[in-house]
């Protein structure tokens, strides 16, 4: 079955330090996507990034940046220069064909990032 | 463009009592509709989702149900509630055609603490 995991409970960071969110997951399908979303304070989850399994480039935009490396089944997740508004829970999702047609989507635990001021 | 809706946006109900919990998308057809609960301090677990009208997958085998009556709305209920079930209520859709590069648009969630 698949499986995202998100070993990091809980991070702390000050201001401007930079930060890396880690996100290692399992699938025996060679056609696969990946997610990160953010939940703010608010609860409602906001899509940041998809990867599919074909496209291992490094993505960049603005201050975030996102390493996929298919040999180590990570998708992780660097925040550079982080800022008080990046507090928030982060979650890494990855999509699977289920019955139906449809698809599954599962989460990982979520990593609670903290920027102090 | 499509919205999502969700209601109530809080709840707070006794052990023992039914629940509903609603959910509509507009702007779209025959999307997928998902339910997931975030309890406290956890990751999102998938309940239930739907392919269609009447068409539900149930992922846990818990005290809830799911039911779509009409093609963009999508509802969770329980009969009886537990202590357990108190957590944080998501529903999701995405395109119903398409693949699994489809991204999951959110609800605002509904917060339900059981007493």
């Known amino acids: 079955a698949q499986k995202v995991t998100q070993a990091q409970t809980e991070i702390s960071v000050v201001e401007k330090e930079d930060v890396t969110l880690d996100c290692v997951y399992e699938t025996r399908d060679t056609t696969y996507y990946l997610f990160w979303y953010k939940q703010p304070p608010s609860g409602e989850l906001v899509f940041l990034i998809r990867?599919?399994?074909?496209?291992?480039q490094n993505e960049i935009s603005g201050r975030y940046s996102w390493n996929f490396q298919k040999s180590t089944s990570s998708f992780n997740f660097t925040i550079t220069a982080s800022q008080v508004v990046d507090s928030a829970v982060y979650f890494c999702?990855?999509?699977?064909?289920?019955?139906?047609?449809?698809?599954?989507?599962?989460f990982g635990t979520g990593t609670r990032l903290k920027v102090l001021a | 463009s499509q919205t999502i809706h969700q209601w109530p946006a809080t709840l707070v109900q006794p052990v023992g009592s039914p629940l509903s919990l609603e959910c509509t998308v507009e702007?779209?057809?025959?999307?997928?509709l998902y339910w997931y609960r975030q309890a406290a301090g956890r990751g999102l677990q998938l309940l239930f989702y739907s392919v269609g009208i009447g068409q539900i997958s149930s992922e846990v085998p818990q005290n809830l149900s799911a039911s779509r009556p009409q093609d963009r709305q999508f509802i969770l209920s329980s009969k009886k509630l537990l202590l357990s079930d108190s957590g944080f209520y998501l529903c999701a859709w995405r395109p119903g055609q398409g693949s699994g590069a489809n991204v999951l648009t959110f609800g605002a969630g509904s917060r339900l603490t059981v007493l």
């Open positions: 702007g779209t057809s025959n999307p997928n």
């Open positions: 990867r599919n399994s074909f496209d291992e």
């Open positions: 999702a990855l999509s699977e064909a289920g019955p139906s047609g449809t698809y599954k989507y599962i």
